[in-house]
């Protein structure tokens, strides 16, 4: 069964470094996203992301944040100058495309690390 | 703005009895909605949604679940719990229009099924 990766599972990093959260959606998929899950909270949207651009994001999204679909298969979410809250585990997602009637697919996430 | 609230932190349940699990929405518009599951240190796996039609929706691993309209409830149900079924359980809204649009997520339920 297909299904989206992602890479790697663990990354600690220093405060103010930047970072790359790698993510293979699956292959007829076209909607892209970025969720984010602090420990002990509930999964927050950060972007969703559609023929090469963003088509939605939210607050937590900031200028830090950016996405790239460098190839024809990776999504990418890099965050420029890390921060201590931005520790989290983070979700990767992809959907065929729909009227929003279609479920999200879901990695197994990225445990980010700040320190 | 659209929101999703699951009124229990944790439920408590036998194996062999029924469950229910509860969530509450509140969206501008018609919602589609979402149940997912999450097992530790696992991603999202996507149980069951309802888009139109039957209210009672049935879903993978034996759930299902029921929309109710008037009061704006989409509860999670099962006639018989099985130890397996312990993890967490997230409630998800998205506005009935646009495709990619993100999913809003309630702050989760944990399912205890004692044997």
């Known amino acids: 069964e297909p299904e989206v990766t992602q890479t790697p599972s663990h990354q600690v990093t220093q405060m103010g470094q930047e970072v790359i959260l790698r993510c293979v959606p699956i292959s007829n998929h076209l909607y892209f996203y970025w969720y984010r899950q602090i420990l002990g909270q509930k999964v927050e949207f950060l972007v969703s992301?559609?023929?090469?651009?963003?088509?939605?994001k939210s607050e937590i999204f900031d200028d830090q944040f950016s996405v790239e679909r460098p190839d024809g298969s990776n999504f990418t979410l890099k965050i420029r100058s890390t921060k201590l809250e931005d520790s989290a585990m983070y979700f990767c997602?992809?959907?065929?495309?729909?009227?929003?009637?279609?479920?999200?697919?879901f990695g197994q996430g990225t445990r980010l690390t700040v320190v | 703005a659209q929101s999703v609230a699951q009124p229990e932190d944790q439920v408590n349940v036998a194996e062999g009895n029924p469950l229910t699990v509860k969530c509450t929405y509140s969206v501008s518009g018609n919602p589609y909605l979402f149940w997912y599951v999450q097992y530790p240190n696992r991603g999202l796996q996507f149980l069951l949604k309802?888009?139109?039609?039957?209210?009672l929706v049935k879903g993978s691993y034996g759930f299902e679940a029921e929309f109710n309209k008037s009061q704006t409830s989409f509860h999670l149900k099962k006639p018989s719990a099985l130890v397996s079924d312990s993890a967490l359980y997230f409630c998800?809204?998205?506005?009935?229009?646009?495709?990619?649009?993100?999913?809003?997520f309630g702050k989760g339920t944990t399912l205890s099924v004692s044997s």
């Open positions: 992301f559609y023929n090469n651009e963003i088509s939605e």
């Open positions: 998800a809204v998205r506005d009935i229009g646009q495709a990619g649009t993100a999913l809003i």
């Open positions: 309802y888009i139109t039609g039957d209210n």
């Open positions: 997602a992809s959907s065929v495309p729909g009227q929003g009637s279609t479920e999200a697919f």
